[in-house]
């Protein structure tokens, strides 16, 4: 698919038919995101993928509670993704990384403790968002849906479960699967983006 033609397709899909993905679109998903943009080649982020109703409850138990199921309408049309992935990113390898002599002089070499005071925009999560990205719109070239669903909770009981180690830190899920056309369009489509001569300066603000 052309590029921009995938950037305009692409929406957040909130609704899943579980049919299954086939294992080598989602390794071509994955191996793509790890070709994204990486801070000093660091290389410090990576990916669980989770297939299958047996994997992905694993996610849904740690992240979510009864609760929030039983009162969410969309919980039904998520929980049918076939294929949930969990994009981490480890902090100490950019601090580690910006240590090396090449780097010397950068500013994040000179950090107190362990290094991360200096950085006020993570690299970290700079190449997390890099990789969903391209995940997103790999989705959309496969013929596929995808959604984020942010880190708010569990992160912890998640990490033990999958044997995250320690000093990962999960950034998103993103759910892939076949749209199964059911209406879950985000409330927040409804409201008005400034224009867009609002969010382009030309020379200066």
């Known amino acids: 698919m052309e590029l921009h033609e995938a950037i305009r397709r692409r929406a957040m899909v909130r609704s ?3 049919d299954p993905v086939d294992r080598a679109v989602v390794e ?10 990486t801070a000093g080649n660091t290389g410090g982020t ?5 297939a299958g109703p047996d994997e992905t409850s694993v996610y849904w138990e740690a992240t979510t509670d009864a609760a929030w ?12 993704a076939p294929v949930v992935l969990l994009a981490y990113s480890r902090a100490a390898s950019y601090v580690d990384r910006y240590r090396e002599p090449d780097k010397a002089g950068t500013g994040a070499d000179v950090g107190l403790g362990d290094g991360m005071d200096h950085w006020p925009v993570p690299y970290w999560t700079g190449d997390a968002a890099f990789g969903v990205m391209t995940v997103l719109l790999g989705a959309v070239d496969a013929g596929l849906g995808a959604c984020v669903l942010g880190n708010f909770r569990g992160e912890e009981a998640l990490a033990r479960v999958l044997g995250v180690p320690d000093g990962w830190q999960l950034f998103c899920a993103v759910l892939v699967g076949r749209p199964d056309g059911g209406d879950h369009r985000s409330p927040s489509l409804d409201r008005a983006l400034p224009d867009i001569r609002r969010r382009i300066h030309w020379g200066g603000w």
């Open 16 to 18: 899943f038919a579980s």
């Open 28 to 37: 071509h998903l994955l191996a793509a995101a790890l070709h994204s943009p």
């Open 46 to 50: 990576a990916w669980v993928a989770l």
């Open 69 to 80: 199921r039983e009162s969410s309408p969309r919980w039904e049309g998520l929980r049918r």
